[in-house]
T-cell receptor, first 113, second 112 residues
């Protein structure tokens, strides 16, 4: 079955540590996205990419980095510069086009030790 | 980005129809209306979208006002599995920035 796989499901970060969240899709979608969700809130866009080797900052990119070396993969690194990283992180992908729906993974929940 | 306004919450009885409203008074002519829903501890799931005409699919119906300043997501027979947060989102047609702007959504509770 086609879909988006995020791993791990739960992740713990120590102070001063960088952690990387994995996102893989086999839907052959060109566009991929990372969102952050805090409790009781909607999703906020961190980064998005519409083509391999290119990506754009979203609304809250500070303290995060991404890469897009392959069409199917879009990993997110939460750096030590992100002072409040505890959140639910969601990856999505879509065909490019304003009306095309985005398909989401099941998320990674990141907590601070 | 044009904004949407939704009630915070709504309750429904199982097997009854549910009408979830959304106001988008600043919508532009090229904005699509999208609905997503999110079950607890899961990623959002696409439900339906429309531009001007009412739309039906296997999950729901979308009724769009003639002036497009409001829309209603209709679940024809609510089940317990429909309890979720429902997001109404405007998306620019062909926009280079393809992000979805999520508000807090409307929390639907379904009573057995």
């Amino acid at each position: 079955d086609g879909g988006i796989t995020q791993s791990p499901k739960y992740l713990f970060r120590k102070e001063g540590q960088n952690v990387t969240l994995s996102c893989e899709q086999n839907l052959n979608h060109d566009a991929m996205y990372w969102y952050r969700q805090d409790p009781g809130q909607g999703l906020r866009l961190i980064y998005y990419s519409q083509i391999v080797n290119d990506f754009q900052k979203g609304d809250i990119a500070e303290g995060y980095s991404v890469s897009r070396e392959k069409k199917e993969s879009f990993p997110l690194t939460v750096t030590s510069a992100q002072k409040n990283p505890t959140a639910f992180y969601l990856c999505a992908s879509s065909i490019i086009g304003g009306w095309q729906p985005q398909h989401f993974g099941d998320g990674t929940r990141l907590s601070i030790l | 980005d044009a904004k949407t306004t939704q009630p915070n919450s709504m309750e429904s009885n199982e097997e009854e129809p549910v009408h979830l409203p959304c106001n988008h008074s600043t919508i532009s002519g090229t904005d699509y209306i999208h609905w997503y829903r999110q079950l607890p501890s899961q990623g959002p799931e696409y439900v339906i979208h429309g531009l001007t005409s009412n739309v039906n699919n296997r999950m729901a119906s979308l009724a769009i006002a003639e002036d497009r300043k409001s829309s209603t997501l209709i679940l024809h027979r609510a089940t317990l599995r429909d309890a979720a947060v429902y997001y109404c989102i405007l998306r620019v047609q062909g926009g280079a920035n393809s992000k979805l702007t999520f508000g807090k959504g409307i929390t639907l509770s379904v009573r057995p």
